[in-house]
């Protein structure tokens, strides 16, 4: 499935298991400096969701939680390979990033993003459940940038070459205009008077059809495409 993309100034966390009671999240922090990695997993390592791998490497059904001040083309780099190599999800815990660097992050089907200055037990934890369940959950200031920016490709894009490439039906760009919104499954099905299974099937059809690794990657191609 895509990523479901969500600000923090949603409703309260949601930190259950992802896959059922007396399910744990493995987890193992990567950082430049051991201060920093001591840091986070001394955050993550009591919560009962939470199993903290402290000598493990990622792998399928992992969580990484990349804690790093700024991105860089290493960090991008290692996160292309998490995900797509290794099939691990990706946390970025990080202080800052630029606008240009926003759409990198993205395709590189890393969905939750945390501000450093932001990252306490319980927002790192919200940020490690989403990831492992491959939703999206990034910072609210963060979501309207991406809409931004992709936007600003977007009319760049258009100037050059005209029209939209044709991809997406009105039902799909119903969905994605939504998922944009910050709404999940739930809300997305009330607002459209469908059932959540059939909010579930519009985004995973989309996600495979056009070769899009999750949600957040979802609701870029629609922008950047020009249909929201």
Known sequence: MGNRLQSTSSTGPDTA??????????????????????????ELRRHPVIDLVEDGRPGPGT????????????????????????????VLVV????????????????GAIVWRHEATAQ??????????????????????????????????????????VSGLTAREVDVLRLVSEGMDTGEIAGKL?????????????????????NRAHAVAYALREGYI
């Open 63 to 90: 969580v990484a939680l990349l804690v790093n001040d700024q991105l860089d083309d290493g960090l991008l780099t290692r996160m292309r390979k998490l995900v797509r190599s290794d099939g691990s999800r990706a």
């Open 123 to 164: 927002r790192l934890v919200r940020a490690v459940v989403a990831a492992s369940r491959g939703d999206g959950d990034l910072p609210g200031d963060l979501l309207g940038r991406l809409i931004n920016r992709v936007g600003t490709l977007h009319r760049t894009s258009a100037a050059h070459s005209g029209a939209p």
């Open 193 to 213: 008077a469908y059932s959540e299974r059939t909010v579930k099937n519009v985004l995973h059809g989309i996600t495979t059809r056009l070769h899009l690794r």
């Open 17 to 42: 298991a992802p896959t059922g009671p007396g399910s744990r999240i493995p987890v193992v922090v990567e950082a430049p400096d051991p201060i920093s990695r001591a840091g986070a997993a001394s």
């Open 95 to 110: 202080g800052a990033i630029r606008e240009s660097e926003l759409l990198d992050v993205v395709e590189c089907g890393v």
